[in-house]
């Protein structure tokens, strides 16, 4: 029975189909442990002058390819000019298993820790955060935000 089993395995693994659906986690796996954190070192601080003309800066990004479960320490958010307008301590987002198929952002929850939000009114009555939200809402040109549940805990 036992010499049945291994046999079956052995049979299944030289499939070819078979090697390239384990390539493919495995390489899943690695990008995920060893290559989200220093392309987002690059990526994030880029976007956030090219698209969104703020300095967004990030100290750690990590990522759990098995629970699909982002954690973005230490974000700091700053205009151009240097003016402070947020710092999260972390930020952690479970995905849903459909984010993989639908190549859409599906969250279970969101965790944030220690925010801090810098709103002010200048001398000519313009909100600082105005020039962040109106590029977001051109980089992210979204039709529909659900939120079911939020919790603000102290």
Known sequence: MELK?????????????????????????????????????KVIPWLGEKELAS???????????????????????????????????????????DSLIHFAWHMKDMEILDPKFNLDIDSKGKFNWSDFILNLMNFLPCQKIEVSMCYLQN
């Not at 089993?5 to 030289?14: A, E, H, R, Y």
């Not at 479960?69 to 298993?97: V, Y």
Request: zero cysteines; aromatic letters at 10%; hydrophobic letters at 50%.
């Open 5 to 41: 089993f291994k046999k079956t395995i052995q049979v299944l693994l030289n499939r070819l189909s078979i090697r390239i659906l384990i390539g493919l986690f495995l390489g899943y796996l690695l990008f995920s442990y060893f290559v989200i954190n220093p392309l987002s070192q």
């Open 55 to 97: 300095h967004l800066d990030v100290k750690q990004v990590e990522f759990d390819p098995l629970s699909l479960k982002l954690t973005l320490n230490k974000i700091n958010l700053t205009q151009l000019d240097g003016s402070s307008l947020a710092s999260i301590d972390r930020l952690t987002l479970n995905f849903e298993i």
